[in-house]
């Protein structure tokens, strides 16, 4: 796009960051941070910094908080001053749009620096001191909390309680069938019962009436019966649904979740792509513009684009008299951005089709219909209700006589197509939403034409039951709307703290819909109960409008860490210490090459140690070994959960543990678990250790016709029976080398083999002896510290025979090998307490 005169280089995302293994932050300097070059980024930035030699540097990262803090760091590690104008930032990856933006460099934007740097901060602080204590609590490893997942998993929590609690309320209907003559019929609804409207939700209401039984629900059923009706009202009017805007990140990733079935970060990944360029004949061209924004504002020259393309396709009947202008409704959006849409919206998804993948395509798709669609013209709908009433004696007026039951029918029709012939029919959780009274309006069955005053009869009528039904489960599209609304998190959170939540194991997926595992119940209620600020939805909220000014440069960055930070360490001095049991002190969460464990604070003066993950009890589950007669029971294994003997090892009876299908094995006739990978996917498996049989796709009622196997839910049914002629080879799971049986006499040969070389090993270290010692060189002499400056502190903790050693080491004098074990050990002394002071400034 730039011509030879340019060479563009990548810095594949951050290049540095705050340490891994420390704070990295001086709480007492204004939460200051300190900033390394990320370990595998070490060879990009030094590549970056050979390029960049001589040369003039461009900074072209991401148009975000996260881009511009990349760009600032890129600047500082290759030398150059971020004031300068080196920054350029473009919406689109397009010729023009990017030559533009090379012409009119800016500085780096500090306000997005800082915003991004208050909220690494803030992660840094929480997750540091937090991650460590619910590791502690549930003795599990790779824990987290932090300030938007703890909530988004909140979200998840309560709404599973809340439709566990849920209790079902009976109600009931009445249906009605209407002659009209000329053989017409009229289907109709009992609307009102001497002035009260029937009530269909939850619970009583004042002034409805409530069918809470079948036996009211007939009763009254008996008594429309009776009368005689009329027709007293038919009310036809026009009623408009305007198109929803363009895409921001979260209707997005609803639309893609709801349409394609899509999760949100799968949908991001294949937005990135088509932001970032596809190979067409005119070059690499960036499909769609950036992905992450939460404004639907649209440049001028695309709606003018975009009715030229209405115009050409449509035709002239679906483009408005002028451009549609949207605007947020919520304040405090960021308006920098555009709304997600197609970089040149000639470009149709047909014509690029075969350039891009299955998923690349029907995400592409979906954004230029939705694009394309929000600048055409209402669809139109003819709404027509009709009201029958109890028909007074002789069908005249009779002031005396009022009528006591009405029955109400709606129909609509769709007139005119408007929108939906681009968009479709399908709408994502009310995304669009209709001008009159903000009502959805559908297409329904069109009611046959019918006057004021026509005569009808109660053909028959059906009472009908209901049950009220609980709050749905979230799915993907849901939980980010709702978190949209709640103001929790922002375009770039939303699909990273869905992965670390299924990551983290709090929360599983069933089909679309997203589950809390135990572990994340557990989490929850431990955070509402010991840090409620963390977990707060309006606390939260608060924080990401105060990082939002921030960026504005409406409040300086410390300040709004402090302000977060104050109320958290109040409630982490509340948390009570686990103590060691040998000498007092509190134990803390340490590393080591073998993995986590707890350690007391005292080392090395204490070395007290214990195993991080306790051994789960073996449960019983109230089942004979149908081998022994003995209980079975429940234990935990390298590969999850499993069921076996309690008499374990004079009886081996063991079995899958997982929920019953109800289907049995069409191999050797035992039960069928549903059971989940460590992803959370779901999979079927006879529970029959020595049998094979294994489906990725749930089994069906029906069989097959050809051999009497369950089919399975793919498409309409298939067969995995091998030996079926319909059989779908697909369906079958490759052989894999590693299946138990396997594996464990692969494992045996393993170390068979292993202890082979070894004792081959040993007896060659006892022929070759003396040869072998002869060559084993002397340790090198220990290297003075590179953090000498910041140990002298700490000198005075030492007794006076290391203190000698440590400072004589740092002087780079030759000390003896007693010498330079004592300095050593002095040194390493004074690192655990220079690391245990940075701690006590934390807490």
Same mark, same amino acid.
């Given at each position: ?36 070059? &990320? ?15 001589? &040369? ?15 760009? /600032? ?21 397009? +010729? ?75 109600? /009931? ?25 029937? /009530? ?55 639309a893609a979740s709801s349409r394609l079935g899509y999760t949100a970060s799968r949908t991001m990944r294949i937005a990135q792509r088509l932001y970032e360029g596809v190979d067409l004949p005119e070059g690499t061209v960036g499909l769609i513009t950036y992905m992450r924004t939460d404004s639907v504002r649209v440049s001028p020259e695309a709606l003018q684009a975009a009715r030229e393309v209405i115009q050409r396709i449509f035709g002239l009947e679906y483009l408005p008299e002028g451009p549609r202008v949207y605007r947020n409704r919520k304040e405090g959006v960021q308006d920098a951005h555009e709304a997600i849409r197609p970089t040149d919206v000639r470009r149709t998804p047909d014509s690029v089709r075969k350039y891009l993948s299955d998923e690349e395509y029907r995400l592409y798709d979906l954004i230029w219909r939705r694009f394309v669609a929000s600048q055409m013209r209402d669809a139109l709908y003819d ?39 681009? /968009? ?27 006057? =004021? ?6 053909? =028959? ?48 997926? &069933? ?35 105060r990082l939002d000014q921030v960026e504005e440069g409406k409040a300086p960055w410390p300040k709004v860490v402090w302000e977060f930070y104050e109320p958290f360490l109040g409630e982490l001095s509340q948390v009570p210490k686990k103590t060691c049991p040998r000498c007092g002190r509190p134990l803390e969460l340490k590393v080591s090459r073998f993995g986590q464990f707890l350690g007391c604070t005292g080392y090395p003066e204490c070395t007290y140690t214990e195993p991080l993950e306790r051994k789960k009890e073996a449960e019983p589950i109230g089942e ?10 429940? *234990? ?73 196997? +369950? ?117 390493? *002394? ?14």
């Amino acid at each position: 796009m730039l011509g030879p005169g340019y060479e563009v280089r990548a810095s594949l995302g951050h290049v540095a960051d705050l340490p891994e293994r420390e704070l990295g932050v001086d709480v007492e300097r204004d939460f200051a941070p300190t900033y390394e070059v &990320k370990k595998d980024k070490k060879p990009v930035v030094e590549a970056l910094k050979r390029a960049a030699k001589g &040369k003039r540097l461009l900074i072209a990262t991401d148009p975000d908080r996260e881009g511009e803090a990349i760009g /600032w760091h890129v600047a500082r590690l290759l030398g150059r001053d971020p004031k300068e104008p080196l920054r350029v930032e473009f919406h689109e990856i397009t +010729p023009r749009v990017v030559r533009q933006a090379v012409q009119n460099p800016r500085p780096i934007d500090q306000n997005l620096v800082d915003a991004q740097q208050a909220r690494r901060v803030l992660d840094r602080l929480v997750g540091y001191n937090l991650s460590p204590l619910l590791s502690l609590e549930f003795r599990k490893r790779a824990l987290s909390a932090g300030r938007v997942q703890s909530v988004a998993l909140r979200l998840l929590v309560e709404r599973e309680e809340e439709i566990e609690a849920f209790r079902p309320e009976e109600y /009931w209907t009445l249906e009605g069938v209407f002659a009209l003559g000329q053989d017409r019929t009229l289907p109709a609804s009992l609307y009102e019962v001497e002035g009260k409207r029937l /009530w269909a939700g939850q619970g009583e209401k004042e002034g409805k009436l409530h069918l809470a039984n079948e036996a009211q629900a007939q009763a009254l059923a008996e008594e429309v019966k009776g009368p005689s009706y009329r027709v007293v009202q038919v009310e036809t009017r026009e009623r408009r649904k305007s198109p929803p805007p363009p895409f921001t990140t979260s209707t997005l990733q609803q639309a893609a979740s709801s349409r394609l079935g899509y999760t949100a970060s799968r949908t991001m990944r294949i937005a990135q792509r088509l932001y970032e360029g596809v190979d067409l004949p005119e070059g690499t061209v960036g499909l769609i513009t950036y992905m992450r924004t939460d404004s639907v504002r649209v440049s001028p020259e695309a709606l003018q684009a975009a009715r030229e393309v209405i115009q050409r396709i449509f035709g002239l009947e679906y483009l408005p008299e002028g451009p549609r202008v949207y605007r947020n409704r919520k304040e405090g959006v960021q308006d920098a951005h555009e709304a997600i849409r197609p970089t040149d919206v000639r470009r149709t998804p047909d014509s690029v089709r075969k350039y891009l993948s299955d998923e690349e395509y029907r995400l592409y798709d979906l954004i230029w219909r939705r694009f394309v669609a929000s600048q055409m013209r209402d669809a139109l709908y003819d709404q027509t209700v009709v009201l029958l009433k109890v028909a007074p004696s002789g069908l005249t007026k009779d002031e005396g006589e009022k009528p006591r039951f009405t029955f109400r029918a709606s129909g609509s029709v769709l007139k005119f197509e408007g929108y939906l012939k681009a /968009w479709g029919r399908g709408d994502e959780g009310g995304v669009a939403q209709a001008v009159n009274e903000g009502q959805e309006v559908e297409a329904e069955p069109p009611l046959p034409l019918v006057a =004021e005053g026509t005569g009808a009869e109660l053909l =028959e009528v059906k009472a009908q039951q209901h049950f009220t039904e609980p709050p749905p489960r979230y799915t993907d599209a849901t939980l980010v709307k709702t978190m949209e609304e709640l103001g929790i998190g922002r375009p770039s959170t939303y699909a990273p703290t869905l992965e670390t939540l299924e990551k983290r194991g709090y929360m599983v997926r &069933k089909g679309r819909t997203l589950l809390p595992t135990p572990l994340g119940r557990q989490v929850t209620h431990y955070l509402k109960e010991r840090f409620p600020q963390v977990v707060a939805y309006e606390f939260t909220a608060r924080m990401e409008d105060r990082l939002d000014q921030v960026e504005e440069g409406k409040a300086p960055w410390p300040k709004v860490v402090w302000e977060f930070y104050e109320p958290f360490l109040g409630e982490l001095s509340q948390v009570p210490k686990k103590t060691c049991p040998r000498c007092g002190r509190p134990l803390e969460l340490k590393v080591s090459r073998f993995g986590q464990f707890l350690g007391c604070t005292g080392y090395p003066e204490c070395t007290y140690t214990e195993p991080l993950e306790r051994k789960k009890e073996a449960e019983p589950i109230g089942e004979a070994c149908p081998k022994c007669g003995r209980p079975l029971v429940r *234990k935990e294994g390298r590969y999850g959960s499993f069921i076996a003997c309690s008499g374990y090892p004079e009886c081996d009876y063991t079995r899958d543990d997982g929920e019953p299908t109800g289907h049995t094995c069409p191999k050797c006739g035992s039960q069928v678990l549903e059971k989940r990978s460590r992803r959370g996917k779901p999979y079927y498996k006879c529970e029959n250790n020595a049998c094979d049989f294994l489906s990725f796709y749930p089994l069906l009622d029906q069989t097959c016709p050809s051999c009497g196997w +369950p089919l399975v839910k793919k498409g309409e049914g298939a067969c995995m029976n091998p030996a079926c002629p319909v059989h779908d080879p697909k369906l079958v799971p490759p052989p894999k080398a590693s299946s138990r049986a396997a594996s464990s006499s692969g494992d045996l040969a393993s170390r068979g083999r292993r202890s082979s070389r070894r004792k081959a090993a040993r007896a060659g270290e006892s022929r070759t002896g003396a040869k072998a010692k002869a060559k084993v060189q002397e340790p090198s002499p220990p290297k003075p510290p590179k953090d000498w400056e910041e140990l002298k502190p700490f000198l005075g903790e030492l007794t006076p025979e290391e203190r000698q050693a440590a400072e004589a080491l740092a002087l780079g004098e030759v000390l003896s090998p007693e010498a330079a074990k004592l300095a050593q050990r002095a040194i390493f *002394k004074l690192r655990m307490k220079k690391g245990r002071a940075r701690k006590e400034a934390v807490t």
